[in-house]
């Protein structure tokens, strides 16, 4: 069964400040993706990464690929109270089409 | 160019009746994929089906629930008899028949069902 681990699950900051949130698994993937959720509504795309070692950036958010296609990582720089949300990784099941999701990382920026 | 759509956003149902929840992929997509959300939770995936066909049910419970994506009209995701533990969100998602999976899903606003 292959599992992806956000860390952390919840992060209160201030504004302006930076922050990591990771996606880990043992099992390769064929490419991971980060979703943002707003309470109420369903995960938005921000972003796929397919290459391994790949670094995708989006304004303020840098979206990072594992060498080896198993972990990922989204670092967002001067975070601001419009970031708050849930974030979500979700890699592409082997042979199987369909998303595995992380638990997810809650995140708060505070004004 | 409309999105997901699923309806109702809201649905409120007694122990032991029928919950049916409607989701209607974007033009062009066929290929529909249903996921459950409890509250801080992460998606757990459920089915995923094409036109007339079940590809991966490995996530449906064995028991009371089941989907279709008929030939015609949304797919349906169908809750019979449901229980307390039934009450989630409820969220599909499409993605478009060329590209597949790699490029990302497009999911609707969810159905909350909240069983009394």
């Known amino acids: 069964t292959q599992l992806l681990e956000q860390s952390p699950q919840f992060l209160s900051i201030q504004e302006g400040e930076n922050l990591t949130v990771y996606c880990n698994s043992s099992?390769?993937?064929?490419?991971l993706q980060w979703y943002r959720q707003e309470p109420g509504e369903g995960p938005v795309l921000l972003v796929t990464?397919?290459?391994?070692?790949e670094v995708k950036k989006l304004k303020r958010l840098t979206f990072q690929f594992g060498d080896a296609r198993k972990d990922s990582s989204l670092h967002i720089t001067a975070a601001q109270p419009g970031d708050t949300g849930l974030y979500l990784c979700?890699?592409?099941?082997?042979?199987?089409?369909?998303?595995?999701f992380g638990q997810g990382t809650t995140l708060q920026v505070k004004p | 160019n409309a999105g997901v759509m699923q309806n109702p956003r809201h649905l409120v149902r007694r122990r032991g009746q029928e919950a049916r929840l409607r989701c209607s992929p974007m033009?062009?997509?066929?290929?529909v994929y249903w996921y459950r959300q409890l509250p801080e939770e992460g998606l757990k995936f459920m089915v995923y089906?094409?036109?007339?066909?079940?590809?991966?049910e490995s996530g449906m419970p064995k028991e009371r629930f089941s989907a279709e994506f008929p030939k015609e009209g949304p797919s349906i995701l169908r809750i019979q008899q449901v229980v307390r533990g039934d009450s989630a969100a409820y969220f599909c998602?499409?993605?478009?028949?060329?590209?597949?999976?790699?490029?990302?899903?497009?999911f609707g606003s969810g159905t909350r069902l909240t069983v009394v």
């Open positions: 998602a499409s993605s478009p028949s060329v590209s597949g999976p790699n490029y990302g899903y497009t």
């Open positions: 099992s390769v993937f064929s490419s």
């Open positions: 990464v397919v290459t391994g070692g």
């Open positions: 979700a890699g592409v099941g082997s042979n199987t089409g369909k998303l595995i």
């Open positions: 033009k062009g997509h066929s290929h």
């Open positions: 089906l094409q036109k007339e066909n079940i590809i991966d």
